[in-house]
């Protein structure tokens, strides 16, 4: 009989420290490990060998550390790693484990969202590149019209605690024009990336009216309760004592400087090797 263990969650940096603060609001109960790669981020601008390698060895990590179940809290990891994660190595590591990503939960609900069925996304560019929001809305909504736009000035705004500051918007307006320019009809915004909802008041502001802006937080969540609703038996391997650890490969305290700007809970955090 297995150990229960934690929910695993992972990012490249801080991003995901935006979806853990949800899923602990969604999902109190359980226990949750967050790993934060700070000292390789940023992904956006990696390869794909790179980002999966780098993401096969946090996911591995995260096993041996008493995960059965790892959300990828990286729009980018989950568009460049996921899939191989899932079908070559699972089944070698431990065919009971798995890995989710945070891209299928929000295009599962985007059709919901749209009335106009003509679809924004923001990302990093490697999000973008891997078209991985344009592929997998297509196969689920083949009539969705999808344009995309690498914003790859947004994360070093959010990790430098700049992202309130008046030389953000600059960046924060050009790239939401060049999405609008692409499509006017666009009536839905996917923010592709965890960093990018703390920019999210800047991004409203330069909004056309009425364009809605689907936040991924509230939605992984949501996704996860169903999810482990339909899979009891991995229920049953996620312990529940409402604890939550954090760890970074960056050195502490850079860490916990910069933590609290993404996560309310309390910032008890350790450094790992991976
Ligand atoms: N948090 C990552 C994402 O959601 C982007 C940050 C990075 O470039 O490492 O795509």
């Known amino acids: 009989m297995k150990q229960p263990g934690p929910i695993a969650v992972f990012d490249s940096g801080y991003g995901g420290l935006t979806v853990l603060s949800k899923l602990v609001e969604h999902l109190p109960e359980y226990d949750y490990i967050y790993l934060?790669?700070?000292?390789?981020?940023?992904?956006?601008?990696?390869?794909?060998?790179?980002?999966?390698?780098?993401?096969?060895?946090?996911?591995?990590?995260?096993?041996?550390?008493?995960?059965?179940?790892?959300?990828?809290?990286?729009?980018?990891?989950?568009?460049?790693?996921l899939r191989s994660i899932q079908q070559r190595d699972l089944p070698t590591i431990d065919a009971q484990k798995r890995v989710l990503g945070v891209i299928r939960p929000s295009v599962e609900v985007v059709q919901q969202w749209s009335t106009t069925q003509h679809v924004?996304?923001?990302?990093?560019?490697?999000?973008?590149?891997?078209?991985?929001y344009p592929i997998e809305i297509n196969?689920?909504?083949?009539?969705?019209?999808?344009?995309?736009?690498?914003?790859p000035m947004w994360v070093p705004?959010?990790?430098?605690?700049?992202?309130?500051?008046?030389?953000?918007?600059?960046?924060?307006?050009?790239?939401?024009?060049?999405?609008?320019?692409?499509?006017?009809?666009?009536?839905?915004?996917?923010?592709?990336?965890?960093?990018?909802?703390?920019?999210?008041?800047?991004?409203?502001?330069?909004?056309?009216?009425?364009?809605?802006?689907?936040?991924?937080?509230?939605?992984?969540?949501?996704?996860?309760?169903?999810?482990?609703?339909?899979?009891p038996e991995m229920d049953a391997l996620c312990s529940k004592n409402a604890r939550v650890s954090l760890y970074t490969t960056e050195q502490v305290d850079k860490f916990k400087q910069t933590a609290g700007v993404f996560f309310s809970g309390e910032v008890n955090v350790e450094h790992l090797v991976l």
């Open 36 to 81: 934060g790669d700070n000292a390789r981020t940023p992904y956006g601008t990696r390869s794909f060998k790179v980002v999966y390698d780098y993401t096969l060895e946090a996911v591995r990590k995260l096993f041996e550390m008493g995960a059965h179940l790892v959300i990828l809290a990286c729009n980018t990891a989950s568009a460049k790693a």
């Open 120 to 132: 924004g996304v923001l990302g990093t560019v490697g999000t973008v590149q891997s078209e991985s």
């Open 139 to 151: 196969k689920l909504f083949p009539s969705i019209v999808v344009n995309q736009e690498a914003c």
């Open 157 to 231: 705004l959010v990790e430098n605690n700049e992202f309130n500051q008046p030389g953000a918007d600059y960046f924060v307006k050009q790239h939401v024009n060049n999405l609008f320019e692409k499509d006017p009809l666009i009536d839905t915004v996917i923010l592709g990336c965890t960093h990018y909802p703390l920019l999210s008041p800047k991004i409203q502001q330069y909004l056309p009216d009425g364009v809605k802006l689907l936040e991924q937080g509230d939605i992984v969540g949501e996704s996860l309760r169903d999810y482990l609703q339909r899979h």
